[in-house]
């Protein structure tokens, strides 16, 4: 099964921009992956950001936004708040099954 | 509002089985496709099931196929996860999640969760 990869931890100051990314073991993230990604803090159930590489739910903050970057799913936060400092994870489709990746812990400092 | 519950987690044996539950309101059941994800303590999210809209199909990651069947009650708004031959790796919180559409394009209202733990 496709193993699907984020940087483990990044580190961003408040009102700065930082971007995540999204990569499978294989092959380059399209259209056809449908990624998503999602947002946890401790002791919470995930808050859905993005779906279908860059559609936002009604709940989004503008601050956030998806793409396609060097074949990666990418998550970009503009001027981030301290709120933001949390577990983000993307999500990838292969025909009918999905797949989470590993996760990426936000800090703001 | 649109909401998802889930219940049914609790502690099992190895080799038994269990049966989790998520009802769902404030949508019409019968128009999104339904999700199981589970995260182990401290680890990361994990993919497990998915049902289409129209009950007719359903998917199932490698590591639960076989042993895991998702099914529903359309007459109680109630998606099911039946959970047999469980395993210590199995331990988990069980969310279920709706999909954003009829057509299936990942995940946006989740519940919130219900604890399995396969001990002996």
């Known amino acids: 099964q496709t193993v699907v990869t984020q940087e483990p931890s990044l580190t961003v100051s408040p009102g700065g921009t930082v971007t995540l990314t999204c990569a499978p073991s294989?092959?380059?993230?399209?259209?056809?992956?449908?990624s998503n990604w999602f947002q946890q803090k401790p002791g919470q159930a995930p808050r859905a950001l993005i779906y279908?590489?860059?559609h936002k739910h009604s709940w989004t903050p503008a601050r956030f936004s998806g793409s396609l970057l060097g074949g990666k799913a990418a998550l970009t936060l503009s001027s981030v708040q301290p709120e933001d400092e949390a577990e983000y994870y993307c999500?990838?489709?292969?025909?009918?099954?999905?797949?989470f990746g590993g996760g990426t812990k936000l800090t703001v400092l | 509002q649109v909401q998802l519950v889930e219940s049914g987690g609790g502690v099992v044996q190895p080799g038994r089985s269990l049966r989790l539950s998520c009802a769902a309101s404030?949508?019409?059941?019968?128009?999104?496709?339904l999700h199981w994800v589970r995260q182990a303590p401290g680890k990361g999210l994990e993919w497990v099931a998915l049902?289409?809209?129209?009950?007719?199909?359903?998917y199932y990651a490698d590591s639960v196929r076989g042993r895991f069947t998702v099914s529903r009650d359309i007459s109680k708004n109630t998606l099911y996860l039946q959970m047999n031959s469980l395993r210590h790796e199995d331990t988990a919180v069980y969310y279920c999640?709706?999909?954003?559409?009829?057509?299936?394009?990942?995940?946006?209202?989740w519940g919130q969760g219900t604890t399995v733990t396969v001990s002996s």
């Open positions: 999640a709706r999909d954003v559409s009829i057509t299936i394009l990942g995940m946006d209202v």
């Open positions: 404030g949508f019409p059941f019968n128009n999104f496709a």
């Open positions: 049902m289409s809209y129209d009950g007719t199909k359903e």
């Open positions: 294989s092959g380059v993230v399209g259209s056809h992956h449908y």
């Open positions: 279908s590489t860059s």
């Open positions: 999500l990838l489709y292969y025909g009918g099954t999905w797949v």
